[in-house]
């Protein structure tokens, strides 16, 4: 599905309702919109069948709205637990449940259409803060039957599931945009990374990745970097590049010279001095030059960020959401100034393309939904026009599942806007690489509880983000964007652009392994 294709179904179908809804009298069994399982809330299990070790599920209470159905046991076994839909319409069907689990992919989410097809999700670890997680799989049946299944698989022992309300809908849930930022890879490449896929043949780490299913690039754009990296002309050639592999491009003006976050949003040197309406002026200005080549170029550009993670505000201190520096010379909040840098860079990349969906970026989720609200308030109140919400999410440092799945919810809901997670990434290994450079994650008690950094758990943690943005109530995640996946380890592209000796302390969580070979369990997760 394309960023521009939204069907009627798929919004129906992620509604996150859970009660049947009633087909009009008389009407067909194609027609009903949902099938309600028997007994979705498992008070016992009546309607439902064991099979394999039946010892190992029961019902029992502790759900999210009564009893739910639990798998476990202490040594090693197989439980299913299923049951058969009747007269289920043809077309597409989703079913979905709230769910809690320990155990690496040892859970799953089943819907098996006879003469369709079958999908599953496998269940997110939850041992963070043990809250319950919307989970959804679709599949296509031809009419007839379908079977709804939780199934577990457990080689040590040990491993568990929770289920609760169980629900069957019309419609498909899909993970839209699985995209990856791939800003630093130009730069990679002339300091002599080289790439391979899975099985070791070299190539295009670009055309490899979209190989697999990967859908759209991301770019960021630096004013006037130190190291003439990340500006207009690098960014057009990265973007021509990933077009031709069959990918959207999004672009990310930071509107610096250097990184921008939550504790850094400096004025390009540039820029420096200008005032507020001149530097309105000056963004604006930007942003038509970056969009117009990229245009001219023939690049579409489907999505482009108006400032990166700027919970608090952009150009500091002139566009700053609180007082960063009390002794700057600026005082307090500037939310005008801030909703007028906003509005100019939206407006500048309407003017140049028109189709082109703007995305306001924060973070920290784990400061609660209530720091996020705060801000889009304050935006929204001086009608700053934009088209998408888009969120930074590192399970180590913003929260749980749950957390990000309610923030999906609560601001698709309260804004009216989709909302995409625009970065996250999992280290495959706590190794670092040569040349040697400390890590950001670099030790276990920095990982997120059940997911390991190994390549099944960086895998794992990717596809769980994927489908709990999926799964949000309300069905207005669009997908997720994997950090900087082909920035490895080389001498001379570090973090800082401005030092040639500065390192990378990310390279543990790029989708290409130390020798450069993409990772087989993190590539499977970009097919759709």
């Not at 049947?20 to 067909?28: E, H, N, V």
């Not at 700053?320 to 007028?340: H, N």
């Amino acid at each position: 599905m394309s960023h521009r294709t939204r069907t009627i179904s798929t919004i129906l179908l992620a509604a996150g309702l859970t009660a049947a809804l009633a087909a009009p009298a008389g009407a067909a069994p194609g027609g009903r919109s949902a099938v309600e399982p028997s007994n979705a809330g498992f008070a016992g299990l009546d309607g439902w069948t064991v099979t394999g070790d039946a010892a190992a599920a029961k019902a029992e209470p502790g759900g999210r709205t009564g009893d739910r159905l639990t798998h476990w046991s202490d040594a090693p076994y197989e439980v299913t637990t299923s049951q058969r839909l009747t007269g289920v319409g043809t077309g597409w069907w989703t079913a979905s449940a709230w769910v809690k689990s320990g155990g690496l992919g040892a859970s799953t989410l089943s819907l098996t259409c006879a003469g369709g097809t079958t999908g599953t999700v496998t269940l997110p670890q939850t041992l963070q803060d043990d809250a319950w997680v919307r989970v959804a799989v679709s599949a296509k049946s031809r009419g007839g039957d379908c079977e709804l299944a939780v199934a577990t698989s457990d080689d040590a022992g040990g491993a568990w599931a929770s289920v609760d309300d169980v629900a069957v809908e019309r419609g498909r849930v899909t993970r839209d945009v699985r995209g990856g930022d791939l800003s630093g890879l130009a730069k990679n490449e002339d300091h002599g990374a080289t790439y391979a896929d899975v099985d070791g043949t070299p190539g295009d780490p670009v055309e490899i990745l979209a190989d697999h299913g990967m859908n759209l690039g991301r770019l960021k754009v630096w004013v006037d970097p130190a190291d003439g990296y990340n500006e207009v002309t690098h960014v057009v050639e990265s973007a021509k590049r990933i077009q031709a592999a069959g990918m959207d491009v999004m672009v990310d003006f930071h509107y610096s010279d250097k990184w921008t976050d939550p504790g850094q949003q400096s004025v390009p040197a540039a820029w420096a001095g200008s005032g507020v309406e001149a530097m309105t002026d000056q963004l604006a200005a930007h942003t038509r030059e970056v969009m117009t080549a990229l245009v001219d170029a023939g690049v579409d550009v489907a999505y482009a960020q108006v400032g990166n993670e700027i919970n608090p505000g952009m150009l500091w201190p002139y566009g700053q959401t609180w007082d960063v520096d009390p002794d700057d010379g600026v005082d307090g909040a500037q939310w005008d100034a801030l909703a007028g840098f906003l509005t100019a860079g939206h407006d500048a990349v309407k003017a140049v393309s028109p189709s082109t969906q703007t995305i306001l970026h924060l973070t920290n989720i784990n400061d609660g939904i209530d720091g996020l609200t705060w801000w889009f308030d304050e935006v929204t109140a001086r009608d700053v026009p934009f088209d998408l919400i888009g969120l930074s999410y590192y399970g180590y440092w913003h929260g749980s599942l749950a957390d990000l799945q309610g923030a999906v919810s609560t601001l698709s809901a309260r804004y009216d806007r989709d909302v995409m997670v625009v970065e996250t990434a999992y280290p495959f290994t706590l190794e670092d690489d040569d040349p040697a450079y400390e890590n950001v994650i670099a030790t276990e008690d920095q990982l997120v509880d059940g997911y390991p950094a190994t390549p099944e758990g960086q895998a794992a943690a990717f596809r769980a983000v994927q489908d709990t943005v999926a799964a949000a109530p309300g069905g207005r995640g669009l997908g997720v964007v994997y950090w900087e996946p082909a920035w490895t380890s080389v001498e001379g592209n570090g973090w800082d652009p401005a030092d040639p000796a500065s390192g990378n302390a990310w390279e543990n969580q790029a989708m290409f392994d130390h020798d450069g070979r993409l990772l087989a369990p993190v590539a499977a997760t970009l097919a759709g």
